[in-house]
């Protein structure tokens, strides 16, 4: 009986499904680790403010990074943000570093700092901070050693006539 409430409830008014409905299929499928029937039916719901971040999740698990970079982006662009966003914050800073662009790198850490800030007890938000400090202080170090050698280099020379 409550089975039969629970569908009716995620009908639509006109018979149709909803996007609650797509979107907690989507949830289901998701928990069972269809992450493709999960993508396909989270789609119905995309104007649903955690959607684009539950298909996020999916590409994240299936391990297509760019496609759920854009969608946890795509997330964080709703007034009001999913209810999972340190989850988003995390898995966007983790991407970042795999992406290993400098750039994306101090995106990294704003949505690390972020996801600090909800919940500061996470171990693996304080491991990935500890990562983007020692990628970025290593980059540094070979920029200025790099300087170094062609200011070196520059003195040495001798002027050409």
Not at 12 to 30: D, E, P, R
Not at 46 to 70: D, I, P, S
Not at 125 to 144: E, G, M, Q
Request: net charge negative.
């Amino acid at each position: 009986m409550a089975e039969h409430a629970l569908s009716q409830e995620l009908l639509g008014s006109k018979g149709g499904c909803s996007m609650a409905y797509y979107y907690s299929l989507a949830q289901f499928q998701l928990l069972k680790g269809d992450y493709s029937s999960a993508i396909d039916s989270v789609k119905e719901a995309l104007f649903y403010k955690n959607a684009w971040a539950l298909k996020g999740h999916c590409h994240y698990l299936q391990g297509t990074f760019t496609e759920a970079r854009e969608c946890y982006e795509w997330s964080m662009v709703f007034p009001e943000p999913p209810s999972d966003t340190h989850i988003v914050h995390l898995r966007l800073g983790a991407i970042y570093i795999l992406e290993e662009k400098l750039g994306e790198l101090c995106v990294a850490e704003e949505a690390l700092a972020v996801a600090t800030l909800l919940n500061s007890a996470n171990a693996e938000v304080w491991a990935y901070l500890s990562l983007i400090s020692l990628k970025v202080t290593t980059y540094v170090y070979d920029i200025k050693l790099n300087e170094t050698q062609l200011l070196t280099a520059l003195r040495t020379s001798k002027p050409r006539n």
